[in-house]
């Protein structure tokens, strides 16, 4: 057994099935501290529609000073319908984009594989999966999403709307370098997704990444207009290794890439910025679905995805790879067995969120 430590994990429930997603994660959690005689401390913190309705705001400051000291930070899911109305700086997606700034969480990791007997899963032929495995890495606190100005009015001839696509340099730069370096890591391919032919921050994106690559001669990289590889995603997925793109355009292609898993709700992400309190990255880890409100409270979300979120955290944030590689291969044994959620199960009898997570938890513990 290797070394025993203790974390301190902020978890942001947040709206919709959230909550239940979270709390399977956890169970996972808590048995990878049980097996290996770790100790993790647990901090709720109110973000979304949940902190709108406590508090009149999507996240407080207090509660990023919170999120700011921990070891690592698990979410849900923010949104829905309830709060569409709302003015931009109470809408609930406010407190995920405002966390994110705050602690310099510039590039999301999205990996995107075929789990052995989901093919079947998704609408895309077999064939077109085979040795599907990808990692998007989207640039993640710059971009349209944060752009000024971006407000709508009334003219003479109706009603107007303005959103700011801005990127600087040293944004491009720093998530390339880690896409590089990563494809490094991994198969020594990369792709650029940029719309160049169109937008001068795309140029500004291509021309970055030709500088980067220079550093990194043993990684063999492209440029790809995002409406190409829009098709490529479901022609030839299986080309790709690691994808980097800016914010808007990750967000679309990794909903995208979630067919060819079979379901979006079995897909991670990381958040990840500069070294935290342990020298390593202090990271956001949270499935890539939304809060899905209409079918929360049933039992019956899939909440892999935030337990490989969990994952994600052990390897990333707390440098426990055996832990890491111990829960996916859980969740590998327990759907090839059979325990499947509704969004999977073609038999008419599907597993509940608990019982899904109550058997990963149980094969986590089992060893």
């Not at 052990?314 to 090839?336: K, N, Q, T, W, Y």
């Amino acid at each position: 057994m290797g070394t025993r430590i203790e974390a301190r994990i902020v978890l942001l429930p947040g709206d919709g099935v959230g909550p239940e997603v979270v709390a399977e994660a956890t169970r996972v959690l808590d048995a990878v501290a049980a097996r290996w005689g770790h100790r993790w401390t647990y901090d709720t913190v109110a973000i979304g529609g949940e902190a709108v309705d406590a508090f009149g705001e999507p996240l407080r400051d207090e509660d990023v000073a919170r999120c700011r000291t921990a070891d690592a930070l698990l979410l849900g899911a923010v949104g829905g319908p309830k709060w569409d109305g709302f003015e931009r700086e109470r809408r609930p997606e406010q407190g995920l984009l405002k966390i994110r700034k705050a602690l310099g969480l510039y590039a999301n990791l999205r990996p995107v594989s075929v789990m052995p007997g989901l093919a079947d899963a998704s609408p895309l032929k077999p064939h077109l999966l085979e040795g599907v495995d990808l990692l998007v890495v989207r640039e993640l606190t710059g971009g349209i999403y944060f752009g000024r100005p971006s407000r709508q009015w009334r003219e003479w001839r109706g009603r107007v709307a303005i959103d700011t696509l801005v990127y600087r340099e040293h944004e491009i730069r720093r998530v390339v370098r880690l896409a590089f370096e990563l494809a490094g890591s991994r198969r020594g391919r990369l792709a650029s997704v940029d719309k160049a032919n169109v937008l001068q921050s795309s140029r500004l994106w291509r021309a970055v990444v030709e500088e980067v690559a220079d550093d990194f001669p043993g990684v063999n990289w492209e440029h790809v207009l995002v409406d190409a590889m829009a098709m490529h995603l479901v022609r030839s997925p299986g080309r790709y290794d690691v994808v980097v793109t800016e914010n808007m355009f990750g967000d679309i292609l990794t909903d995208e890439a979630s067919v060819l898993a079979g379901s979006i709700g079995l897909l991670p992400s990381a958040s990840i910025g500069p070294a935290g309190i342990r020298g390593r990255p202090l990271g956001l880890y949270e499935p890539i679905h939304g809060s899905a409100p209409d079918i929360a409270g049933r039992d019956i979300a899939n909440p892999t995805g935030a337990i490989l979120s969990a994952a994600m955290l052990l390897r990333l944030s707390l440098g426990l790879e055996e832990e890491a590689r111990a829960v996916e291969a859980a969740v590998i044994d327990v759907v090839s067995g059979g325990v499947r959620t509704a969004d999977l199960a073609a038999d008419g009898s599907p597993a509940g969120t608990q019982a899904f997570g109550s058997a990963v938890a149980e094969r986590v513990s089992d060893g």
